[in-house]
Every structure is written in structure tokens, then in C-alpha cells.
């Protein structure tokens, strides 16, 4: 497993950026390229949610319907980071954003249950 911190979250009015960051740490000579990252969210009293994630290896990523476009899920495997620029934002994507990996696997996923190391999360509230 993985320790995965994220930063980068904080309040911006509709229509703004944010850029978040996954930073992770393990065992000496891991190697984060070869993890699957994905990116939720989970917005009060609703279910935790994959919006955007990223495959092991050759970098494939995947955003849900409702953030294509607008959100990019890319890596910088030397920095062990894994990003997420978030565009137009809308009050809707307010929510706590987590980051999540799983090892051995060559494939990134939408459900929750896929990963096994998770971050605590940030915060994003989009508002006027």
C-alpha cells in the first residue's frame, strides 16, 4: 500500500480552476508508474464517486461524462504525483476530492472498491 496525500483544494466562484495534487509515498524503490490512480469525490449525503482516473504504464485516462472536458487527470511519475486540473468549475462539483491507487495493476477503474491506499482528501466548495 501506499500513502497518498492531496492538496490543492480550497473555494472558488463557478467558472474558476483548481488544480489538485496526489502525492505519494512507500516502501523504498516503489515505483508509483506502475499504479492505477483514480480520483473521487464524495459531496454531502451522497455516495463517494469516481469522476477521473488514470492507467498504470501507458498513462490512458478516463473522466466521467459529466467532467469531460473540463477536468485532465495526468502524472509525474519522477515527482510521484498524480494531478488533477479541474476547469469551469460548477457549485455541483462541490466536494470532498480523494485520490486512490492500487499496485500490480496495469488498469485504472471508477469503483471505489478498486484501490486499495487512499488519501484523506481535500476540500473543493464552488460558490458565488
Known amino acids: 500500500q501506499l500513502q497518498l496525500v492531496e492538496s490543492g483544494g480550497g473555494s472558488v466562484q463557478p467558472g474558476g480552476s483548481l488544480r489538485l495534487s496526489c502525492v505519494a509515498s512507500g516502501a523504498s524503490g516503489f515505483t508509483l508508474r506502475r499504479h492505477a490512480v483514480g480520483w473521487f469525490r464524495q459531496a454531502p449525503g451522497k455516495e463517494r464517486e469516481g469522476v477521473a482516473c488514470i492507467n498504470a504504464v501507458d498513462d490512458r485516462t478516463f473522466q466521467i461524462d459529466s467532467v469531460e472536458g473540463r477536468f485532465t487527470v495526468s502524472r509525474d511519475n519522477a515527482n510521484y504525483t498524480v494531478y488533477l486540473q479541474m476547469n469551469n468549475l460548477t457549485p455541483e462539483d462541490t466536494a470532498i476530492y480523494y485520490c486512490?491507487?492500487?499496485?500490480?495493476?496495469?488498469?485504472?477503474?471508477?469503483?471505489?472498491?478498486?484501490?486499495?491506499?487512499w488519501g484523506q482528501g481535500t476540500q473543493v466548495t464552488v460558490s458565488s
Open positions: 486512490a491507487a492500487r499496485g500490480a495493476s496495469y488498469r485504472c477503474s471508477p469503483s471505489p472498491s478498486w484501490y486499495d491506499s
